[in-house]
């Protein structure tokens, strides 16, 4: 059970909190300015299958493969919702299970791996963005904190887990900086 009065400090209600239970030793962040007003920005982000489109292509960065999602009946779209995405990438089986910790509309919003993912260059992670106005629209960080995957894959993780990360993250933010390129009004 969330304590109530720490609860109260942090300004969330309990359906938008679930206290973490792992620390990652790896951590990256981007932030972009987006010329969107904060609630648009989040309603885009907000559709998960949308904001992690960059794995649903084929491309050089997933070596040739693509990850497909299934969701719950949240949809991504409430803290505890899960998200599951599976591919084959270089004719192996990678597969992860997120859930949604966090969901503070149009502010913030983060998620993490549950289970055991079966990943190559990263193992468990927590990501999310947060949304802050700006003069021209608003600022939005993203984020990653992560560890590296189980063996046999682990000193791969060592070598390409920092870059894989870093074009996940960019992915993201450049994309809604993209999106909403020329239209504050939105």
Do not use: N
Not at 20 to 27: A, D, I, L, M
Not at 57 to 82: E, L, P
Not at 134 to 157: K, S, T
């Amino acid at each position: 059970m969330i304590d109530r009065i720490a609860l109260s400090s942090t300004g969330l209600r309990a359906d938008q909190f679930v206290m973490q239970s792992r620390s990652y030793p790896s951590h990256f962040e981007t932030t972009v300015s987006v010329a969107a007003r904060a609630q648009a920005v989040f309603e885009y982000l907000d559709d998960h299958q949308r904001l992690s489109s960059h794995m649903m292509d084929s491309s050089a960065m997933m070596a040739g493969g693509k990850m497909h999602f299934s969701f719950d009946a949240g949809r991504g779209q409430t803290v505890g919702s899960v998200i599951q995405m599976s591919g084959r990438i270089l004719g192996m089986t990678l597969a992860v299970e997120e859930a949604i910790t966090e969901r503070v509309p149009p502010w913030r919003k983060a998620w993490e791996t549950c289970g055991t993912p079966r990943l190559m260059v990263v193992g468990h992670y927590r990501m999310g963005f947060e949304i802050t106005d700006a003069a021209e629209g608003c600022r939005l960080r993203f984020f990653i904190d992560y560890g590296r995957p189980e063996w046999p894959w682990r000193p791969l993780g060592f070598v390409a887990g920092s870059w894989y990360a870093r074009w996940c993250v960019r992915s993201m933010a450049e994309g809604a900086a993209r999106k909403f390129s020329g239209r504050l009004g939105a």
